[in-house]
């Protein structure tokens, strides 16, 4: 997996919205309102990262943080990152973006003191299961019925460097 250098990697602002929005409908069959997408900016903006070839918008990443019972053997209350939503328009696949949204958020997430990492990916979505392992992350559980049509997913989570 090479990423083609053509890539950036930024913070979503307020006048990539329409570009998010098109990805999120032609990619996910899970889609979000205009007040949801502004939301999560304006919380956790460090955590929304656009990927961009030639000004265009070809995928993004985003995520918030939330409190909650680890994952891992960690004793407590702990504060999580939790990927929402990511995804790369298809004829942009398969060229490391996917991976280095991924790596950028949970980057960012150390930097609202959360502990780990989280994220629900469909059981049939085997290319990013895959892509999650690479980042080190395990399958903690199977939620049943998950999605909208039924489909079982994997519930994946890490643990984040400690600053």
Not at 50 to 62: L, R, S
Not at 75 to 93: D, E, N, W
Request: glycine content about 6%; proline content about 4%.
């Amino acid at each position: 997996m090479v990423l083609e250098l053509n890539y950036k990697f930024r913070r979503f602002n307020p006048s990539d919205l329409e570009g998010v929005i098109r990805i999120n409908r032609e990619c996910l069959p899970e889609n979000y309102t205009t007040f949801f997408f502004m939301n999560l900016y304006k919380r956790y903006p460090e955590t929304f990262i656009v990927a961009e070839v030639d000004k265009e918008i070809v995928g993004y990443i985003m995520c918030r943080i939330e409190t909650g019972i680890p994952s891992f053997k960690l004793l407590g209350i702990t504060r999580k990152g939790h990927v929402i939503s990511i995804a790369v328009l298809h004829r942009h696949q398969q060229k490391g973006i996917g991976y280095a949204l991924m790596r950028e958020a949970t980057q960012a997430m150390v930097n609202y003191n959360a502990k780990e990492c989280y994220l629900e990916v469909r059981e049939s979505n085997l290319p990013a299961v895959e892509l999650y392992k690479k980042l080190g992350f395990e399958i903690s559980r199977t939620i049943k019925n998950y999605y909208a049509d039924g489909e079982n997913a994997y519930l994946m989570a890490k643990q984040l460097p400690i600053l």
